[in-house]
Nanobody, 127 residues
Framework: QLQLVESGGGLVQPGGSLTLSCAASPYDLNYYALGWFRQAPGKEREGVSCISAASGNTIYTDSVKGRFTISKDTAKNMVYLQMNDLKPEDTADYYC????????????????????WGQGTQVTVSS
């Protein structure tokens, strides 16, 4: 399993932007699928985006398509989620997660495939 630590959350006005970062150690990110999940109070945890290990193919949940971008820097062992045009319904605790993979696709709906999790960072979108 990877050790994952998120940062970058905070309070932002609707329409604003935030970039979340996730530092991973100690293994090579080239062998892991990487994802961002979020959970609002009283709600189930949902997949936001993931990026595959083998090809860098990405998946986004419909509610964030065109607004959020997932990326990774394997040399720095970092994963990012750029969030633009934030909406109040984006308010949640955000988690990065990973599982070992050499496949060309990542899994977003099957949350139990992810066996490495960060502690989360809070994002609040409010005027």
């Amino acid at each position: 399993q990877l050790q994952l630590v998120e940062s970058g959350g905070g309070l932002v006005q609707p329409g604003g932007s935030l970039t979340l970062s996730c530092a991973a150690s100690p293994y090579d990110l080239n062998y892991y699928a990487l994802g961002w999940f979020r959970q609002a109070p009283g709600k189930e945890r949902e997949g936001v985006s993931c990026i595959s290990a083998a090809s860098g193919n990405t998946i986004y949940t419909d509610s964030v398509k065109g607004r959020f971008t997932i990326s990774k820097d394997t040399a720095k062992n970092m994963v990012y989620l750029q969030m633009n045009d934030l909406k109040p319904e984006d308010t949640a605790d955000y988690y990065c997660a990973a599982y070992w993979s050499i496949k060309s696709v990542c899994l977003l709906s099957k949350i139990n495939e992810y066996d490495s999790w960060g502690q989360g960072t809070q994002v609040t979108v409010s005027s």
